[in-house]
């Protein structure tokens, strides 16, 4: 058995994710590698779920009964768990949303109705990144061609970076808002958070972090991040599916306008007008997910047992690991940097002429599942001329042993097809 520095304990972690015993088709056990899109879930976080269901099923902030008080007990100890994971400041700039995509959309939104200075329109200029999944891009193009505002991003080097030699003719005086991805999706990329918000601050345009590659594989302070908004979601960090989060600066989530309308978001209502709840419940309207708040503390509460730095140094070590191995695979182009520094856990590649889904088949074929496809992220697949990559992505429960089948798989398909 490979042996790696900074492994965690893989044989005991993986005793709490029961789906890694499961044994697919022709008795082959599976070798989960698509954790960039859906981590696994621990049976904590299961059994979290299930009791709330089994002795605490009701809805929040409204009844005066023992369930409704120990429902938002549970809910609201769940945001309190959030805020001290990713250190924010205070517990009401947490939001919950459905999902980062929520959160995001939350945000293009809110600038789209707000009042000066913060309102978009056709005198101001939106900046994203040409890797950015497209739950980043497609809110900023639809408000783009609302408002009128100019849309403009920063391109990519050939070795998958951010190019950022024209930094400051991208980020103008115009720019009122810089969203971009800490970890890339596809590439794995992990950006120069510093300079992009050093430039957006001199400026005075806000900056949105999309963290949902970032907040399940390391340490992730939304105060050193110096970011005005960081979005991320539950299903990628042991958490069940149906919960994100939006972090937001205390001053902004006051001053802006709530996206949805409804039950919990409100102060006052009368037949001609409205007031809304302070922050956050002002932008959860109608029944928040209750149960699934409730299970991503209980992730939170996992995670932090097991210490994010050491999350991140285990993923390194599997990453560096299957960077090396998966450059012995002959035919064989990683997209995206080529080095374990300054990347995640994810990787994309191409295996000489034959498509990446018939590649994800043939490796599922062997009980290995992986992602195929554009992964969300279709411009950077025309900016490196492929149509499709595979993409392996690991996490904490996963060993040197997988990064092997990985590559055996690989050759498996190789000779598969000639």
Not at 88 to 97: G, L, N, Q
Not at 133 to 144: G, R, T, Y
Not at 208 to 225: G, N, R
């Amino acid at each position: 058995m490979t042996q790696l520095p900074g492994l965690l304990d893989t044989e005991a972690l993986r005793k709490d994710f029961p789906i890694l015993d499961r044994v697919l088709h022709d008795g082959k056990k599976l070798v989960y590698l698509d954790n960039a899109a859906t981590s696994q879930t621990p049976r904590q976080v299961i059994d979290a779920v299930s009791e709330y269901y089994e002795r605490h099923n009701a809805n929040v902030h409204r009844g005066v009964h023992v369930l409704a008080e120990e429902a938002t007990a549970l809910y609201e100890g769940a945001r309190d768990k959030v805020a001290a994971f990713i250190n924010a400041p205070s517990r009401d700039e947490v939001i919950f949303t459905k999902n980062a995509s929520e959160s995001l959309n939350l945000v293009a939104n809110m600038l789209g109705w707000a009042d000066e200075p913060y309102r978009v329109d056709r005198e101001t200029e939106i900046v994203i990144t040409e890797m950015e999944h497209h739950s980043n891009i497609v809110p900023w193009q639809l408000l783009s061609q609302r408002t009128g505002a100019k849309l403009k991003w920063f391109g990519l080097t050939d070795d998958g970076r951010l190019d950022l030699s024209n930094i400051d003719e991208i980020i103008t005086e115009k720019t009122k808002i810089v969203s971009f991805t800490l970890v890339s999706n596809i590439m794995g990329t992990v950006n120069p958070v510093e300079a992009i918000v050093r430039r957006a601050q001199d400026v005075g345009a806000l900056v949105l972090i999309d963290a949902s590659q970032a907040a399940p594989h390391m340490p992730l302070d939304v105060q050193a991040l110096q970011a005005d908004f960081v979005a991320f979601t539950g299903h990628k960090m042991c958490g069940p599916t149906g919960i994100g989060v939006l972090w937001g600066r205390q001053e902004l989530l006051e001053d802006l306008p709530p996206f949805l309308g409804g039950g919990e978001m409100i102060e006052t209502v009368s037949m001609s007008s409205s007031t809304y709840a302070p922050a956050p419940h002002k932008f959860e309207a109608g029944t928040p997910p209750i149960a699934q708040a409730v299970g991503l503390g209980a992730a939170v509460d996992y995670l932090t047992s097991i210490g994010m730095e050491n999350v991140a140094r285990h993923e390194h070590a599997i990453t560096e690991y299957a960077v090396r191995r998966l450059q012995e695979v002959p035919d064989l182009r990683i997209i995206g940097p080529v080095t374990a520094e300054d990347r995640g856990a994810a990787i994309s590649f191409v295996l000489g002429d034959i498509h990446p889904h018939d590649v994800g088949q043939v490796l599922d074929e062997q009980g290995i599942a992986v992602r195929v496809g554009h992964h969300c992220a279709r411009p950077v697949c025309l900016r490196y001329g492929i149509p499709a990559t595979t993409r392996a992505s690991f996490y904490l429960y996963s060993t040197p042993a997988e990064v092997d089948a990985l590559v055996e798989g690989l050759e498996h398909v190789r000779n598969f097809f000639g």
